[in-house]
């Protein structure tokens, strides 16, 4: 009995010991699993921190203020479990010590280009070959900025200052180039001298032909050098003012032809002379700043162009040097001309026909022949001028103040003139209409002329050397519509045969007492005028 006990209690006793070593083997699996999941966790968790850590170090730094500035705290790994292995730590970077931080200055403005903006480029001659030293020719160089200014809307055409550029004869021309180039004039431009340089003769040297808002402006100078053209081997083959006849030395010889210069080393000049400046065909004309000087023929003429704008301009040259007008206006309408100084030897300001709408006022004149509307008229050719306005206008020492001249066997009109204002100081012939006008030494006497109608003068005032109010008007087409008022005008003796006011065939209104007295215009209009055909009526 006491052996089967003892075998039955060893048994129990194995089968305890079964089962405590299973229940322990498989506590020690399952905490061997818990350990391998804290394991993974703390690895993902540490990987984190540190990828957190290495992007929080990339950042840029804070602009902030060092007072304000705090450090992001470090993770702490917690440590293992006991009985399971050590995890490896990542390395710890370690961090400078935070200096203080300093407002950085604002960034410098981005760089100027190299190249002005579309719209604003600028194209300097010297960067095209320009010499500027007077002697080399720069007229290749001249129409090589031109060509790519004439590409650009707006663009600047420039001619340095202290530069004295040699140009012959140049057109810039369109009508392809874009609008509202500017020809910045700073430096100087001189004509050749010698004759090859003209060929057979040309009619200008500086040309802007088929443009659309044209600029020319500066303080630069043209100098057409025309002292050779000037002294020519047969210089009274020029076209002589014709108003010349009507004064008179007091040696009582009829001064046939202007004085002329002494003839200079300089010759053989074409026959042909070019205007120094010339428009031609364009819209929206400004001239601003610049001198012209010694112009072989005429200084600076509008052709055919439509709003035109004269400022602030100096024209220059002898008195004697022949057929030199200031400014020339023809077939151009919409023109201001002011503050500006003419001194030439011709017409200060000459208006030809077609001209329409000019407005010319503070304009000193002087030496020169006046500011003249015509001749008009030549070769029985059909002229129309009208609207145009001078005032508050000074001219000393010029031949006439303000003048009307045409030709005989004319056909047209001139209307709606108004001249005021005009200060004078010893000048040979105030006021003029002269409707046989003739350059020539002998002119046909012709029936048909040039109309002249709605004139108006007001506060001419100064002194004269010659005779004050000359008024020549044609038997078929009287002067009509005449009025005068606050004329004052005081003989001055000089050298010349001094004359009473001439009036033919004038009628009009004296609107107020004249000094001298004006006593030859006819009140009122005449009894009989001549008519135009409708062909020959100016729209």
Known sequence: MITRESQSLRSITIMLLVAVLVWSVTLQTCIARKGRHWRHHHSSSSSSSALSDSLSSKKPKSHHNSHSHKSKPQLKTPPPKSGSPGLPQPPQVQQPPPTPQVQP??????????????????????????????????????????ASACKVEASTMVIPSDYIFLVGPISFSGPYCQANIVFQLDGMIVAPTDAESWGRGLLWWIEFTKLKGITIQGNGVIDGRGTGWWQQDNPFDYPIDDDFKLIVPLNNSVQERPPMPIRSELNGMPSIKPTALRFYGSIDVTVTGITIQNSPQCHLKFDNCVQVLVHDVTVSSPGDSPNTDGIHLQNTRDVMIHTSTLACGDDCISIQTGCSNVY????????????????????????????????????????????????????????????SNIQLTEVQLPIVIDQFYCDHSKCRNQTSAVAVEGVTYEKIRGTYTVKPVHFACSDSFPCVDVQLSGIELKPVQLQYHMYDPFCWKTFGLLNSPTVPPIDCLQIGKPARNGVHTDHDICV
């Not at 579309?118 to 900025?145: I, P």
């Not at 030549?378 to 001219?395: F, H, L, Q, Y």
């Open 360 to 419: 010319v006022h503070n304009v000193n004149c002087g030496p020169g022949h006046g500011i003249s509307i015509g001749s008009l008229g030549k070769d029985s050719t059909k002229a129309c001028v009208s609207n145009i306005t001078v005032r508050d206008v000074v001219m000393h020492n010029t031949m006439t103040g303000v003048r009307i001249k045409t030709w005989q066997g004319g056909v047209g009109s001139v209307k709606g003139i108004l001249f």
């Open 105 to 146: 200055p604002l960034p410098p403005p981005p760089p100027l280009p190299l190249q002005p903006l579309e719209g604003s480029q600028e194209f300097n001659v010297l960067d095209f070959g320009a010499k500027g030293d007077g002697m080399s020719d720069d007229t290749e160089a001249f129409e090589a900025a031109w």
